[in-house]
């Protein structure tokens, strides 16, 4: 059944509008006699007359057959508000569109508004339950193209598409394509200023309304009415990962968004035949994630699970080891990425790189070096997020939930786009615009990402192609550092924080959409929401704080389908930390899980990333391989036998556990919590002293390759975290039963391991402490004791004087802030 405007369909329906939502006269029987209709020959008419309804190229999918579309046809000639005022609507009940050749007919809608030859296997898998009123979760890859999953269905009914978004940078960079694309959307939320815009969306005046999950919360009435005039075909809740507290997005607004389940439902509105189904959207839900999604929404137990892979078969995962937080690392790290850049300028193929030295010059900075990753810039993201906050224009109609969200989780957004000034559209409403920049092109040129491993192993060969880079480092500070660098050195680079200018944010933003920047140095500001189908390297600049976060981010790269990169550089000899945020004590525990599984990628050195990854979501990649990750390329390192070393650890750590298990059933008072307080929690550091203090053999092995043991034997079931705190890999381990046996029984068998990267890393670097033996023997020789002596003032930094107190007697004044301090300053105040 065809509905003709507001009066179609039923003839039951309120008119709230009807002014403004020009109803169609005629009636269609079926879909397809819906898309022959407009093929009438077009009258020429008064230039302020609205134009008839068969040529107006809405969103609707009139005309779609005979007339070409052509979104500019009679935009130019129309203001924007006329546009929005007159514009008739048409719809078509779902029933209808599932009756007919719908498969055909988006393939053709797909076709002339965005330029691509047709659907996707698991786009049209969405549409098939959308159509058969059923609620639907789909799980793909970043750059697969879900977005289409829930725009399709407004031009296909002419009705309303409701997208929940967790960002307003999304949500714009959404409305600004399918503006380009004749569509009409707008977004509401907190960073909407103008009240009309909402008005306007209640009304039934645009295709699809964005909003944050708190705004919607406040609008259900008025959705209500708008599903009763226009009606709502499909509630998407983008990015769902955000609805669950294992997710690393996490925004508690999402918790409660099962109210549209409840508030739309077909018993609950009489005008409703069936429910309006919901559409659920991610690309990194973990398995929990998922079971959690469907609870939380409230969807129904016959939801669709449409499940892709995960698997990005043109992105080359690499990780690599580096000082991340010292410049001194910039000219070694990014030496390459300076070639790539720099080399078309110069013809005999040197790259006039910068010296650390002259880099410190020119910038005239003093050297950080050695700046620990845990030194992070605390100032950073949310002290700005409040100050970006305070340019909002004042809205009483906002919720302070909605308020709230500005300054607690809009992080990104208000970095990206600091106040309603920012907005090159300024009320957040994009019409079906005449003067289409979109390039039909672009969409051309993006090919099939490689399907076999024949064409995975082609792709070895093949060099990556120009395009732009972005670095994402944890600190705004490093964005700056970095960005002034790469420019040093003669790299078209930028910083983007939220601490810097909005006109040079605006700036950064538009030039990298037109390849005019090589490299954009980011914060997660500039994340989420980026679809540039040419982004050719990701780098991640220190750790990042989840799977979720890190493959999101490079999820930003290769989207045309050709070979990208992603780099992770970190730091392997310091365990990452968190950024701080506010969480709870059980946000707090998911936070460290998420990081330690980061921290347990990045050390990997045996297994491909691209499996790594994936599982990590719950694909099964069974015996599969990318064939383009570095592990693939180079192999795992060589097998070692630590049965020596792994005896030794197990022995101390059992023999530990044994005391301290003997004073278990002998309570006795004060007196045992004393000796238990001595003996109490000896972390890994302390096991490995004991080990060098009972055995010359094992003096020389690295810290690292102990920590990078233990990870392995924990791993193995041998050894257990033995504390209740939270950590990013095991640091008080006691003896597992499994363990104890290896200790009991296994004593002949060997102890094969892949060593890691730390321990790797240890292997090659040079011993610190060797055994006093070598040491001595070193400086018994005086050309060795010159070099190290030399080496140790070279290394030296100056220390920074200290800025403190002088006390009464002239005695340094303790620092209260510390706990250290805290004693001194009992014993200084006696
Ligand atoms: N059927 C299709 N054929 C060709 N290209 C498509 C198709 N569907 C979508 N695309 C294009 O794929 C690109 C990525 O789409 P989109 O932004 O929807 O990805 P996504 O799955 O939402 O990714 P992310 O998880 O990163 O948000 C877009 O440029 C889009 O136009
Ligand atoms: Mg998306």
């Not at 000639?77 to 005022?85: A, G, H, T, V």
């Amino acid at each position: 059944m065809v509905r003709g405007g507001l009066s179609g369909g039923g003839g039951n329906r309120k008119l709230p509008n009807k002014g403004n939502l020009t109803s169609s006269s005629s009636k269609q029987t079926t879909i397809l006699d819906h898309f022959k209709f407009s093929s009438k020959p077009t009258q020429k008419r008064a230039s302020n007359a609205p134009p008839p309804l068969e040529e107006l190229p809405d969103a609707s999918i009139q005309g779609l057959e005979e007339v070409p579309h052509d979104p500019g046809k009679y935009r130019e000639e129309d203001s924007f508000s006329r546009i929005l005022e007159s514009k008739p609507i048409r719809f078509v009940d779902e029933e209808d569109i599932a009756k007919g050749d719908w498969e055909g007919m988006a393939d053709k809608l797909l076709q002339e508004r965005f330029g691509y030859p047709c659907l996707k296997s698991f786009q049209k898998e969405a549409l098939a339950a959308w159509l058969a009123h059923e609620d639907c979760l789909v799980l793909a890859a970043t750059g697969s193209g879900k977005s289409l999953c829930f725009q399709i269905p407004a031009l296909l009914t002419g009705k309303v598409v409701v997208v929940i978004s967790p960002l307003i940078s999304l949500m714009h960079d959404q409305c600004l394509k399918l503006s380009k694309h004749g569509v009409s959307a707008c977004f509401l939320g907190s960073g909407q200023p103008d009240s009309s815009v909402e008005k306007k969306a209640m009304r039934g005046m645009y295709d699809i309304i964005y909003v944050c999950p708190e705004t919607v919360l406040r609008l259900i009435k008025q959705l209500q009415e708008l599903a009763e005039s226009r009606g709502i075909t499909l509630f998407a809740i983008d990015e769902v990962h955000c609805v669950s507290k294992w997710g690393h997005d996490f925004r508690p607004d999402y918790r409660r968004l099962s109210v549209l389940r409840e508030s739309f439902r077909a018993c609950k509105l009489s005008f409703l035949k069936f429910d309006i189904p919901l559409m659920a959207l991610t690309a990194t839900a973990t398995t929990l994630v998922r079971e959690d999604v469907l609870k939380v929404l409230g969807m129904s137990k016959e939801t669709k699970i449409v499940l892709t892979s995960f698997f990005r078969s043109n992105l080359r995962f690499l990780v690599k080891h580096s000082r991340t937080g010292s410049s001194k690392s910039y000219g070694k790290d990014f030496g390459q990425l300076i070639e790539i850049y720099t080399r078309k300028k110069k013809p005999n193929g040197k790259v006039c790189s910068l010296s650390f030295e002259e880099y410190k010059d020119q910038s005239g900075e003093a050297s950080d070096d050695g700046l620990p990753e845990e030194d992070w810039d605390s100032s950073s993201d949310m002290k700005d997020v409040e100050d970006d906050c305070s340019d909002m224009v004042e809205d009483n109609t906002i919720s302070s939930a909605e308020k709230e969200m500005s300054i607690e989780y809009l992080e990104n957004d208000v970095d990206v786009f600091q106040s309603v000034n920012d907005w090159d559209d300024a009320c957040g409403e994009f019409c079906g615009q005449s003067s289409t920049t979109w390039d039909v092109s672009e969409s051309c040129r993006k090919t099939d990402p490689p399907n076999t491993m024949e064409e995975r192993l082609m792709l070895l060969q093949e060099p990556l192609e120009d395009g732009p880079t972005i670095i994402y480092v944890p600190t705004r500070k490093e964005t700056l550092s970095i960005a002034k660098y790469l420019c040093g050195v003669g790299v078209k680079a930028a910083a983007y924080n939220a601490s810097l200018p909005k006109s040079h944010l605006r700036q950064v933003h538009k030039e990298f959409h037109q390849n005019m920047l090589q490299v954009v140095v980011a914060t997660i500001a500039f994340g989420m929401g980026i679809d540039k189908s040419n982004i050719r390297r990701i780098i991640h600049y220190g750790w990042p704080q989840s799977l979720e976060a890190y493959y999101q981010e490079a999820g930003r790269a290769g989207r045309d389908g050709k070979l990208a990169e992603c780099i992770l550089y970190a730091n392997m000899s310091r365990m990452p930390s968190l950024l701080p945020s506010k969480r709870s004590e059980e946000q707090t525990k998911q936070a460290y899980k998420m990081l330690s599984d980061c921290f347990r990628y990045g050390m990997n050195t045996s297994c491909c990333r691209a499996k790594i990854l994936v599982e990590y979501f719950g694909e099964d990649f069974s015996n599969k391989k990318c064939l383009l990750c570095d592990v693939c390329v180079n192999g795992p390192p060589e097998i070692q036998n630590l049965k020596e070393e792994a005896d030794i650890l197990m022995q101390v750590i059992a023999a530990h556990h044994e005391c301290w298990s003997s004073l278990d059933g002998s309570y006795d008072g004060i007196y045992t919590d004393i000796k238990r307080q001595k003996l109490m929690k000896p972390n890994l550091r302390m096991f490995v002293s004991k080990i060098r203090e009972q055995s010359q053999k094992f003096c020389t092995i690295d810290q690292l390759c102990w920590q990078g043991l233990a990870r392995i034997m924990e791993s193995k079931g041998y050894i257990r975290e033995g504390d209740d705190r939270n950590h990013v890999q095991i640091k008080f381990p006691e003896p597992t039963k499994l363990g104890l046996d290896f200790l009991q029984f296994d004593r002949e068998q060997p102890f094969y391991i892949i060593p890691e990267a730390d321990m790797l890393l240890s292997m090659n670097k040079c011993k610190s402490y060797a055994t006093f033996a070598d040491w001595g023997k070193g400086w018994a020789d005086p050309e060795i004791r010159r070099k190290r002596l030399r080496r140790s003032q070279s290394n030296r930094k100056p220390r920074k004087p200290r800025n403190r107190q002088k006390g009464k007697f002239g005695k340094v004044k303790p620092d209260s802030k510390t706990a250290r301090g805290r004693i001194a300053a009992k014993i200084f105040k006696k």
